[in-house]
């Protein structure tokens, strides 16, 4: 009788496991806060391909150049929804292998205070789906691995359709430039 539960018990193990939902790894914010935080990195520039994600047909070069108060956001992404707004935002992992972008974790909050994102990432496609992209990410830096250290980490685009504004369309890992 024993032998005979030990495989239904194994089903049902696994089965609440493939139910459960799935919660990001503390690598990314979590691992971040308890490191000091830096005035200025230890490089001046880098670069983050991206590339699609979820199906779509987004894609983009985006440069990143160390700047007063920050890391300098500047670049072409393609693929958008024509006249949308999206989000162009800094996620805690450097992964974007799986289909969905998921693999990037969690937004990831430079100045330490906590935010889920709010307006400064913000770009619009113009009429032919593409968005010239000049922001500036706050209290970032590239490079040194401080808590604020955004170098080997990703760069995610979040879709602009109706019902799918959470969506991650592109993603592209931030490489320091050498």
Not at 59 to 72: I, N, T
Request: net charge positive; hydrophobic share 45%; proline share 4%.
């Amino acid at each position: 009788m024993r032998v005979a539960a030990v495989p239904m018990i194994a089903s049902l193990l696994l089965a609440g496991c493939a139910s459960a939902p799935r919660v990001d790894t503390p690598d990314g914010p979590a691992a971040a806060e308890s490191l000091p935080r830096a005035g200025v990195g230890t490089a001046t520039s880098a670069i983050a391909n991206l590339a699609s994600a979820s199906g779509t047909l987004v894609s983009g070069r985006v440069a990143l150049r160390a700047d007063a108060g920050g890391v300098r956001l500047s670049g072409t992404i393609g693929g958008l929804t024509r006249n949308g707004a999206h989000a162009l935002q800094v996620h805690a992992r450097g992964d974007c292998s799986a289909v969905d972008a998921r693999s990037a974790g969690p937004y990831f909050d430079a100045t330490g205070a906590g935010g889920v994102g709010g307006g400064q990432e913000r770009i619009v496609a113009d009429g032919a789906g593409v968005a010239v992209v000049n922001l500036l990410v706050p209290g970032a830096v590239l490079g040194g691995g401080a808590g604020n250290d955004i170098a080997g980490r990703s760069l995610v685009v979040m879709g602009a359709t109706r019902g799918a504004t959470g969506a991650r369309v592109a993603c592209g890992v931030i490489s320091v430039a050498r």
